[in-house]
């Protein structure tokens, strides 16, 4: 095998002897061709020898703003041990560079930060983030870098999507146009009547995913909230704690984000907790809960695709994990209310997406877990006495900078399905359900409940009663069911 020699953000991550995740992107300087390899857990380029850097962080750096996606876990510790000194250097030497000035927005923007040299009075704008390597926001110009700031986020939460082949696939699927030619072929009745139905799956569904059954009581009051998505406000503490309060038992409902340190963890028999996930510290969470606020805020305020915005302000909403219950209903919740921010819903209609979460578990876990994983091992923390966690070093960054390309991946899938099957299939039967009902009435006059089961009952069996069922319709003779069973197949013709 041909020498590889890391370059770029894997060079950085070498050179810093970080504990911070890996990048997704691994680039190496090699004796041989361009190529690029794709793999579930990263990307592998490699470039000709004669892209290899001189190893300095500032070369590394360089080769990184040219030609990778960022990490900005990684670009954000690697600017602060260059230090203002090396940086003021860069910028001296290229007051107008591309990459020095990308450089410098990047690090007073992510440090807050300002170095000490004037304003760039020449250039011309450029972007902090390449669009072709990575999905952007909406552009606001830094005058002092001559710089277009198209992050995600801000300083306190700012998530990074890469631009891969998948999402983009997805997004030419167009699922929008799909989900409104569905919904142009049937009634307004039809419609209604999906909507409640699809509303309770969604409720049930997002409850069982968490492993439990809701009271009626409970069921209600999440229906109640997703109902409200259109008039939901994400941007006051006041009204994510309203809504926490809405859906969990009232014994659980919080005044103010958390205050301890939380975790997501499995009790194992014999050997206490297995810790799956560590959250943030609460000393982090009102910053880092400030800055999610302003990236779903950014986010709709771009031309997002609304299911990658909701992907990144959704996950994102539970990694920070900002109360002791009611997390993952949020971060579901949060799904439906971007994608109605963003249009994506027909008016009225909640997508049951945790219903299609529920049919494959393990690929939602694997979407949390492509975050949980890489920062663990970053977690200085241990069991007290009391059997709490405790957080031994600065974990703020692991939080606030992260690539959210695995979990806009995952939920575009998501979606898809719960489009193509669940919503498909409830109109369908709907539609076949009224078609079946007027055909049982062509036949015979029968109590509405009974006609409701007739209908269902041979719904169910390809349009036929079949012979275990027949007894419960024992008043109707066996001509009436055939000539049944002729009227609804016509009805589905």
């Known amino acids: 095998m041909a020498e590889k020699t890391p370059v770029g953000q894997m060079a950085l991550h070498k050179a810093l002897k970080t504990s911070l995740p890996l990048p997704a992107v691994h680039s190496f300087a090699v004796d041989g061709a361009r190529r690029t390899v794709i793999s579930e857990a990263h990307v592998e380029e490699s470039y000709p020898r004669h892209y290899d850097t001189d190893g300095t962080l500032l070369g590394n750096l360089r080769f990184a703003l040219k030609h990778e996606p960022l990490d900005l876990r990684i670009i954000h510790a690697a600017l602060i041990a260059i230090g203002e000194p090396q940086l003021v250097a860069w910028l001296r030497d290229e007051p107008v560079g591309i990459f020095s000035r990308r450089a410098w927005f990047l690090y007073e923007t992510l440090t807050g930060n300002v170095l000490g040299i004037e304003s760039a009075r020449s250039g011309n704008y450029v972007d902090a983030l390449d669009p072709r390597k990575h999905f952007v926001g909406k552009s606001r110009n830094s005058s002092r870098h001559r710089v277009r700031d198209n992050l995600l986020g801000n300083r306190d939460f700012c998530p990074v999507v890469r631009r891969t082949q998948k999402i983009e696939t997805m997004m030419k699927a167009n699922i929008r146009a799909e989900a409104m030619a569905l919904t142009s072929k049937y009634s307004a009745d039809v419609l209604a009547r999906s909507a409640n139905f699809l509303i309770t799956k969604e409720t049930r569904s997002s409850f069982a995913i968490e492993g439990e059954t809701p009271s009626s009581g409970r069921e209600e009051r999440f229906v109640a909230a997703l109902e409200a998505v259109p008039s939901f406000k994400h941007d006051s503490k006041e009204a994510i704690v309203e809504l926490q309060n809405q859906i969990v038992d009232p014994r659980y409902a919080a005044n103010d984000w958390r205050d301890f340190q939380n975790f997501v963890g499995q009790t194992t028999r014999g050997f206490g ?10 000393e982090d969470v009102p910053t880092l809960m400030e800055g999610w606020m302003a990236l779903t805020q950014r986010l ?3 031309s ?22 009611g997390n993952g209903r949020i971060h579901r919740f949060m799904i439906h209310y971007m994608l109605a921010k963003g249009g994506f819903s027909p008016p009225g209609i909640v997508f049951p997406i945790s219903a299609s979460i529920l049919r494959q578990m393990n690929l939602y876990d694997k979407a949390l877990e492509a975050f949980s994983k890489g920062i663990m091992p970053a977690i200085d923390w241990k069991f007290t006495l009391e059997s709490a966690i405790q957080v031994n070093n600065n974990t703020f960054d692991l939080y606030r900078f992260f690539d959210a390309t695995p979990q806009v991946e995952y939920l ?13 299939e409830e109109l369908e039967f709907l539609d076949a359900f009224d078609g079946a009902l007027a055909a049982i009435g062509q036949v015979i006059d029968m109590p509405d409940r009974k006609a409701a089961l007739l209908a269902k009952l041979c ?3 390809g349009g036929r009663l079949s012979a275990k069922k027949r007894s419960l319709f024992s008043e109707i003779t066996d001509d009436e069911v055939r000539r049944i069973e002729v009227a609804i197949a016509a009805s589905r013709q």
């Open 300 to 302: 709709i305020e771009s």
């Open 304 to 325: 997002l695709d609304p299911v990658l915005a909701a992907a990144v302000s959704a996950f994102g909403f539970v990694f920070v994990h900002p109360f002791e219950d």
């Open 459 to 461: 719904l169910q069996n």
């Open 273 to 282: 907790e297995h810790v799956h996930f560590v959250c943030p510290r609460p």
């Open 412 to 424: 575009y899938e998501r979606v898809l399905d719960t489009v193509r099957v669940d919503f498909k």
